[in-house]
């Protein structure tokens, strides 16, 4: 890595690290954050051990002068970058993940993207990895940045035989060397329209997963996407996935995990992990948490945590998972989607839709007319309206937090917001 002067955008968990991965390569190294409360003391202590300017507060043209290159959070729009980088020679936008790849020794990489079941497959993909004898990191937009891997390994850690990326569109937009030995993408619908310009670059900046690729690699995509991959290019072996019956003794729920399961085996396959142990291990795979994750059943009444159910896609696939009456949560920060076209779906499995925070108009105009609503400020107080003493709910009904929005109206994440339902229920039902 040849890099005189780096800029990092963020203090997050990946600009920590893209940060340290930068300084140890001898590269001068600015961070900026706007929100000075989240430099912690131990971070701060070691920035200024290594040379690492802090700047804090709103960005300026000034911050990124001389820059060979910018590493963006995952949260921060290139764009809005672009309008603070000087005319000529503007330095590089690379993401983290982009950085760290390129210090990889031969490691083989399998990337998996997509609007819903991003964690799940990837997290399935590292299960049948394991499962066959192989040593695998699992990172990306799954928790753990690429780059802390690379310290790791340098530092005398084993490397990994596979690295299995979780990819987000924030962070394949900025990729530009990029190459996974196995591109998987297994759906796209209307996500992040609150950040990308419109759904041509939401799917341009999914489609860099694949823009590298030769014939000597994988693409594995859902069938529906074919004509896409068609209008991309796709130079790569391309292998095309649906739901699958080998998988009859999940514990996920859902088709779409069956789906999932399929895409991630295809994926380990082209990797030389043979059928029936990636079934094995498909078939012990716990849920993950805060996705279709069972926090209770009493009375006949079952509650489900499907936080991370952040766009309408997401709820198209929680409602399908389920051949009962749901009772469901929605709201947050609305980013866009179809709610129009999910009003079959809502109309046949939902006997009750509780609103609470941010959106309630959206809604109540898209499914107000179809079936009973109620509105609460908080969740709290739309999940006791539904289950607490007098509720609602009644034995045969799934309580269904899926809320088709991000978090961020009320909660610092879907993490957040998913462990306050399981506190609340666990209120309810003491």
């Not at 009456?325 to 920060?333: F, S």
């Not at 978090?407 to 339902?421: A, I, P």
């Amino acid at each position: 890595m040849s890099i005189d002067f780096a800029v990092v955008v963020g203090a997050g968990v990946s600009g920590q690290a893209a940060a340290r991965l930068l300084a140890r390569s001898g590269a001068r190294v600015r961070l900026l954050e706007k929100n000075a409360g989240r430099i912690t003391a131990a971070f701060a202590d070691w920035a200024a051990q290594n040379g690492v300017e802090i700047r804090c507060g709103e960005h300026a043209p000034a911050d990124f002068a001389g820059a060979d290159v910018v590493i963006p959070s995952p949260g921060a729009a290139a764009s809005a970058i672009r309008k603070l980088l000087p005319q000529t020679a503007a330095p590089e936008i690379m993401a983290e993940t982009e950085l760290a790849w390129r210090e990889l020794h031969g490691e083989r990489v399998i990337g998996i993207t997509g609007t819903s079941g991003k964690t799940t497959t990837t997290s399935l993909c590292s299960a049948m990895l394991q499962a066959a004898g192989l040593r695998v990191f699992t990172g990306g937009n799954i928790g753990t940045p690429l780059s802390e891997y690379i310290l790791a390994r340098d530092a005398g850690q084993p490397a990994a035989d596979v690295v299995v990326l979780e990819l987000s569109s924030f962070q394949l937009q900025t990729c530009s060397l990029l190459r996974p030995d196995v591109g998987v993408l297994l759906n796209i619908s209307e996500n992040h329209l609150d950040y990308h310009a419109d759904m041509q670059e939401y799917i341009g900046a999914k489609m860099h997963l694949f823009a590298r690729q030769t014939s000597k690699d994988t693409a594995i995509l859902h069938e529906g996407l074919q004509s896409l991959a068609e209008t991309y290019h796709l130079a790569a072996r391309r292998i095309y996935f649906d739901t699958s019956d080998r998988f009859g003794h999940m514990r996920l729920l859902g088709e779409h995990n069956k789906a999932n399961a399929e895409a991630a085996l295809l994926a380990c396959q082209a990797l030389g992990v043979d059928e029936a142990t990636a079934i094995r291990a498909a078939e012990a795979f716990e849920p993950l948490e805060h996705r279709l994750e069972r926090v209770a059943e009493r009375d006949g009444v079952l509650f489900v945590n499907d936080s991370k159910a952040t766009t309408v896609e997401a709820l198209r696939v929680a409602l399908n998972a389920f051949d009962r009456p749901i009772l469901l949560l929605a709201g947050g920060k609305f980013k866009g989607g179809d709610l129009e076209g999910l009003r079959p779906l809502i109309q046949q499995k939902t006997r009750h839709l509780a609103l609470f925070g941010a959106s309630r108009q959206i809604f109540e105009k898209a499914w107000g007319d179809l079936v009973p609503v109620s509105y609460d400020t908080t969740l709290e107080e739309a999940l006791q309206r539904l289950a607490g003493a007098g509720g609602i709910a009644r034995p045969g009904d799934v309580v269904l937090l899926a809320p088709a929005t991000s978090s961020f109206d009320q909660y610092t994440d879907y993490l957040h917001r998913g462990r306050d339902f399981k506190r609340i229920v666990k209120e309810i039902l003491a």
